[in-house]
Nanobody, 116 residues
Framework: QVQLVESGGGLVQAGGSLRLSCAAP????????MKWYRQAPGKQRELVAA???????SYLESVKDRFTISRDNAKSTVYLQMNSLKPEDTAVYYC??????????WGQGTQVTVSS
């Protein structure tokens, strides 16, 4: 069973920064598109950022210029650097690794709380 292991969540004041990490199996990491989703209480899960195997990235409009997704294929890890955090960024953040339908993997989630 493929496991994605997240770390780096926590409590931070508005304007602060956090970096999330997600480690994946090295045997398949380089071929996976890696994404970060988040889900706030009472809201649907939304896609925050994605990085594809070739390095192309995309972002939710509300986090552009504040969040940066990156990947280190040598460490089989994807990162989400979050700067200038706002209370509305508070959510559980989930890492997702996608190869094709039926090979779609999720982390356990990590809580990010931004206080005002």
């Amino acid at each position: 069973q493929v496991q994605l292991v997240e770390s780096g969540g926590g409590l931070v004041q508005a304007g602060g920064s956090l970096r999330l990490s997600c480690a994946a199996p090295s045997s398949i990491f380089s071929i996976m598109s890696m994404k970060w989703y988040r889900q706030a209480p009472g809201k649907q899960r939304e896609l925050v950022a994605a990085i594809f195997s070739g390095g192309t990235t995309s972002y939710l409009e509300s986090v552009k210029d504040r969040f940066t997704i990156s990947r280190d294929n040598a460490k089989s890890t994807v990162y989400l650097q979050m700067n200038s955090l706002k209370p509305e960024d508070t959510a559980v953040y989930y890492c997702n690794g996608y190869i094709r339908p039926g090979r779609d993997y999720w982390g356990q989630g990590t809580q990010v709380t931004v206080s005002s």
